[in-house]
């Protein structure tokens, strides 16, 4: 279990994040580094990348395994780092690190001092690796790992830029046609009344009535895409818009794919290092869902009871019948974290498969609906002509 205890040590105080089994257990070890602990508290995790953005952490983590892999030592190395490179946020976050090694912490302590640039996950492998004394091969899992979780990102942020642009574009020419095309043939047709197909009438009508309220209506465009914005900027509203997109049968089961998949392979990566389950996974409850993340807690309850890893995961229903597979046969050739990754990777591939699937389907039709939106609107547009020069002839 995670502990966030406060301490002080000179005129120095500090939190602290600590691996304990109770807050007593927490106290002995920051006792034993040298401080004296006032208060020590269960810390409550999350996996996301940090507040602070300005800080490039899969960079520095390249750069810095790359440093140690030549030769330096550790703090040689962030030196090194923080010498080169003159962005103000980077240097203070270099200079702190500094500092806190300086003063003969650890690497990991000296990270949890800055929690809102330094992800729990990141904290977690470089203590698992101070265990082991390996800290370039921890370096080297996480910079994978977010490659392998940027390729999935990557796949569908380029498989949405099509249809993005294409419905941009639609969406511009049809705004094209009933802002400024329909209002002038309205002013050509306005007196012929009943003579007009209703369906026409009724776009003339949108054309007249845009023409006389385009201002209030533009106005109030702004005002509905202002709103919106704000809306997706609130937390409390992204989670109302996931929680309906869950219950839509095909993109809630997707979803619950991708989530799966990136719990897999962060916990394979942190069992790897040589974290222990129990610690593992309250490290990545973050990742899932709200819905997911009571089934996690209560597989790691399941596996505090002496049942094994597949067990807990298939009655807790964070597994499918090729993972479940596959856990079995992780647990029975004692590479459970290798498994794991290797599930993440078949999740990985079949999610990349339902995206080109989805995209190669969804764009013509996309381009289908959009087209014949745009030839209705003309052809309402130009029947009363045609039914003029049927009636001439």
């Known amino acids: 279990m995670e502990y966030q205890v406060k301490a002080v040590r000179g005129r120095e105080i500090v939190l602290l994040s600590i691996s304990a089994m ?82 003969g912490q650890t690497f990991s302590s000296a990270l949890e001092l800055q929690p809102n640039v330094f992800p729990v996950l990141y904290i977690a492998t470089v203590r698992a690796s101070e265990k082991t004394g390996d ?48 209002p002038k043939f309205s002013r050509i047709y306005e007196g012929t009344g009943g003579n007009l197909p209703f369906l026409s009438q009724v776009l003339l009508a949108w054309g007249l009535f845009l023409e006389s309220h385009g201002k209030e209506l533009l106005i109030a ?29 095909a993109l809630g089961a997707r979803l619950r794919i991708f989530q799966l998949a990136r719990f897999y392979r962060t916990l394979g990566m942190l069992l790897k290092g040589g974290t222990s389950i129990i610690v593992a996974l309250e490290s990545v409850a973050g990742l899932l869902d709200m819905a997911l993340q009571k089934k996690m807690k209560q597989a790691s309850a399941a596996i505090q ?47 990349a498969r339902w995206i080109d699937w989805f995209t190669k389907l969804f764009e013509p039709i996309l381009m289908l609906l959009i087209g014949l939106v745009i030839g209705v609107v003309v052809l309402l547009l130009y029947m009363p002509i045609f039914e003029l020069a049927g009636n001439i002839q």
């Not at 920051?30 to 952490?57: C, E, M, Q, W």
């Not at 940027?150 to 049809?174: E, H, N, Q």
């Not at 009655?315 to 990754?341: C, F, S, Y």
């Open 22 to 103: 109770h807050a007593e257990d927490a106290l002995a070890q920051v006792k034993a580094r040298g401080y004296s602990p006032i208060v020590a508290k269960i810390k409550k995790h999350t996996l996301s990348n940090g507040s602070d953005k300005k800080f490039p952490l899969a960079l520095f983590s390249q750069e810095l395994l790359a440093l140690l892999e030549a030769g330096l030592n550790l703090v040689e190395a962030i030196e090194t780092l923080a010498e080169k490179d003159q962005r103000r946020e980077v240097k203070q976050t270099l200079d702190a690190l500094l500092q806190a090694l300086y003063q």
């Open 135 to 182: 800290l370039p091969e921890a370096l080297s899992r996480y910079v994978s790992y977010e490659q392998q979780i940027g390729l999935v990102r990557k796949k569908i942020v380029s498989a949405s830029i099509y249809p993005i642009l294409l419905m941009g574009v639609g969406g511009l020419v049809i705004l094209f046609l009933l802002g400024f095309v329909v």
């Open 221 to 249: 465009s702004c005002i509905t895409i202002g709103v919106m914005v704000y809306g997706l900027s609130q937390a409390s509203v992204r989670k109302w818009i996931t929680r309906i997109i869950w219950r839509i049968p």
């Open 305 to 351: 009871e002496g049942q094994t890893i597949s067990s807990a995961m298939e009655q807790a229903g964070l597994t499918t019948p090729i993972a479940l597979r596959m856990l079995r046969v992780g647990e029975r050739g004692g590479k459970i974290g290798d498994m794991m990754e290797r599930i993440a990777a078949f999740y990985d591939d079949e999610l």
